[in-house]
């Protein structure tokens, strides 16, 4: 019902919140299961929703890429921004 990749976007998302991580993967098992059909017609009529979505998703991996880059010791970032990644 909802594919592995939402699954690992909701969590990467989420940033360990476990509420978040709730509250997004059931949102996406709502969305998927209950209205896969109609936003799939909204965003061909609406493009720019797809574009919007596409921002978020590259925004989130590129928070997780280094959020890991940090983490392993490869990069380091200013200790306010440690928040963000």
Known sequence: MISFDNVIGVVGASKGNFG??????????????????????????????AYVGLVFILLVALQLVIGGLVDLEILSINQQFKKYF
Request: charged fraction near 5%; aromatic fraction near 16%.
């Open 20 to 49: 978040f991580m709730i509250f997004g993967l059931i949102l996406s098992v709502i969305l998927t299961g209950a209205l896969a059909t109609y936003l799939a017609n909204y965003i061909q009529r609406h493009l720019w929703i």
